[in-house]
């Protein structure tokens, strides 16, 4: 089926003019943090490394005694620590002007480079390894890609809809922007900058459209299917359900601006009333408000992720079950035991759990505020969307079960040997160095011999050779523990320990999945 090409062009150019110039192009990137963080402590340049953080002990599980946990890193004295610190060597480092771990190893030793010591590379690794945002966002290019894909009235279907999606979602980021100017959460002007940088849309445009691409692909081999939240029945198209998430929203993104606009890192509402929780979960990531301790940090979670990724965030995420389909077809006759650690808000379980529905699941977080979330928004899949053999949408009987833990991922409180599978959804880049492997080795407890385990986060260096040079500066946006995560050989670490064998590399624009086998 060939669809008009000037209905496509219509489409692409409106969410091109309404997007204008917002993005994460690797030209502007490091204007625009110097913009925002033109108030901000830094390190100048330097040929000697800023003091050390001090020697951190291994944190044990929860629940098994009262642990001394160090704070995250901070900006004390106009000094940023360097991450390597974590790990018992010392580092000489060159610091540029914002870049808190600014030298990058040869592309031989980036972990994108070395995955292919232990991974087969799924082609989407290969093709976004090399991939040029400049020249793939060529308009009249993405537009016939897009017609070239459609096959049928579904795949017309779904391009309407996440076309769409990304005009609107771009329109709230622009309108996000110009709202957090108004607020003075912003420096003035900082919206007509961004519109006055040159090539940045085009770039945005290409990602977005070979997202969807590769999403469209992996539908037409079978591994997963098309998004359920297209129905027109779904919430997200009733005003009144999305209009709070709108203004809220906004009000985010201009308190965001405001906390990296002043650098100002800080610990959630509960950080010095409770032992709970390990010190480095009691931190603003991203600068959101109260972390991930509240009730409205649960409901706008979502959404906000989306202005921020264009509208991306749910196909990137669902790159994950390429290797859960693959991982399915092991269990045709029976029912597999599945944990998602760290699941959130449950959003990515909903995609799962639409396509595998047999599955039981265990959908794991250490917010309750989150956990609350994810069983709200499971249980609106369930009753609204999952359809029977016959099509009506009721609930099946033959649907898997659906449990809710609130636990750590370091400390998981299911029997050894119980679990077929376990899925890790961008939880690494946010744990510090030890506190990886403290979760690595509780996954290979919990899982069977021969079960699987199935990492997905953001991409890291080598990777996408284009944006090594910037893709550090995420630390800037309140991820201290991002510097050691994208320097992180996962092949090497679970090949060292014993515990897996790795399987499996897929990457689709900045979100990267492997998968492990256990041993």
């Known amino acids: 089926m060939k669809v008009p090409l000037f209905l496509l062009g219509f489409t692409l150019a409106s969410s091109e003019f309404t997007l204008g110039r917002i993005g994460r192009n690797t030209k502007i990137t490091r204007r625009i943090l110097r913009t925002c963080c033109a108030n901000s402590p830094r390190v100048v340049s330097s040929t000697t490394a800023p003091p050390l953080v001090r020697e951190i002990q291994i944190p044990v599980p929860l629940a098994r005694g009262n642990i001394d946990i160090p704070e995250p890193p901070t900006r004390e004295n106009k000094e940023i620590p360097v991450p390597l610190a974590r790990e018992s060597k010392e580092a ?36 976004w390894k090399s991939y040029d945002a400049e020249s793939s966002g060529n308009f009249l290019t993405a537009m016939k890609e897009v017609q070239n894909s459609i096959k049928g009235p579904k795949d017309a279907a779904y391009w309407g809809y996440n076309l769409l999606r990304f005009l609107y979602f771009s329109g709230n980021a622009l309108l996000g922007l110009y709202y957090s100017e108004l607020t003075a959460a912003a420096p003035k002007g900082y919206p007509q900058t961004l519109l006055k940088s040159p090539g940045v849309t085009p770039g945005i445009l290409g990602d977005v459209v070979d997202v969807h691409l590769w999403n469209l692909k992996w539908i037409h081999k079978g591994l997963f299917k098309m998004p359920y939240d297209m129905n027109l029945n779904h919430r997200q198209y009733d005003p009144g359900h999305v209009f709070p998430l709108v203004i809220e929203s906004f009000k985010e993104m201009a308190s965001r601006s405001e906390k990296l606009t002043a650098g100002a890192i800080e610990t959630v509402w509960m950080a010095k009333s409770t032992k709970l929780y390990p010190k480095y979960y009691l931190h603003d990531f991203h600068f959101q408000t109260d972390g991930w301790m509240s009730t409205r940090s649960a409901e706008i979670y979502n959404y906000v992720t989306e ?34 650690i760290a699941a959130g808000t449950g959003r990515f379980a ?46 099946a009987q033959d649907v898997g079960t659906t449990r809710f833990l609130h636990c750590a991922a370091e400390d998981i409180p299911l029997p050894d040997s119980s679990q077929d599978c376990v899925i890790a959804m961008n939880l690494f880049h946010e744990l510090p160095a030890e506190t ?59 090949t060292e320990e014993g515990l897996f064998k790795p399987e499996e590399k897929v990457v689709l624009s900045v979100t990267k999945t492997l998968s492990f086998t256990r041993l």
């Open 92 to 127: 000489t480092l060159a610091f540029n002007e914002i870049d808190p771990y600014a030298v990058l190893p040869p592309l031989e030793e980036r972990p994108g480079t070395l995955d292919a010591n232990y991974f087969r590379l799924d082609e989407s690794s290969r093709f």
């Open 307 to 340: 202005i921020t990724l264009a509208g991306k965030q749910d196909a990137m995420q669902r790159s994950a079950l390429v290797p859960f389909a693959k991982f399915m077809t092991k269990f045709r006759f029976k029912t597999p035991k599945v944990l998602e």
């Open 350 to 395: 909903t995609f799962l759990k639409d396509s595998f529905p047999e599955v039981n699941l265990i959908v794991s977080d250490l917010s309750p505020f989150y956990l609350e979330a994810a069983r709200k928004n499971i249980n609106y899949w369930k009753k609204a969307f999952h359809a029977n053999q016959e099509g009506t949408f009721k609930i």
């Open 436 to 494: 990886r492997r403290g979760v690595i080795k509780e996954v290979a407890r919990v899982l069977k011999p021969g079960g699987t385990f199935i990492l997905t986060d953001s991409i890291q260096l080598g990777d996408r050779i284009a944006m090594d040079e910037t893709i550090g500066l995420l630390t800037n946006y309140n991820e201290p523990e991002y510097p050691t995560y994208i320097r992180e050989d996962f092949g090497k670490l679970m």
